[in-house]
């Protein structure tokens, strides 16, 4: 089973970016759904935006027009690109395969705050 490591996150200002990346493992990584989740303290998980096979991506109401995700194949690394960023987002994120059971990474935190 493909196992999925995130990096990226860190400490930003309000307003400011970052880059998560999800890097993944085996041969079939170009044929898989990947999506961003989130968990903020004390908070349930919620879905951040999902990218298919084909390229298409869909994406929360309330990330929708500030974070991108994109994905490189020949890398076998999907992308969440989240720009003018909230105190909000501030939460574990975490990459995964929607469906398949034990494909959480073990998120990588970030932290939006002045």
């Known amino acids: 089973q493909a196992q999925l490591v995130e990096s990226g996150g860190g400490l930003v200002q309000p307003g400011g970016s970052l880059r998560l990346s999800c890097a993944g493992s085996?041969?079939?990584?170009?044929?898989?759904?990947i999506a961003w989740s989130r968990q903020a303290p004390g908070a349930q998980r919620e879905w951040v935006a999902s990218?298919?096979?084909?390229?298409?991506?869909n994406y929360a109401d309330s990330v929708k027009g500030r974070f991108s995700i994109s994905r490189d194949n020949a890398k076998k690394t999907v992308y969440l690109q989240m720009n003018s960023l909230k105190p909000e987002d501030t939460a574990i994120y975490y990459c995964?395969?929607?469906?398949?059971?034990?494909?959480w990474g073990q998120g990588t935190p970030v932290t939006v705050s002045s």
């Open positions: 995964h395969r929607p469906g398949v059971p034990g494909s």
């Open positions: 085996g041969s079939i990584f170009s044929m898989m759904t």
């Open positions: 990218i298919f096979s084909g390229g298409s991506r």
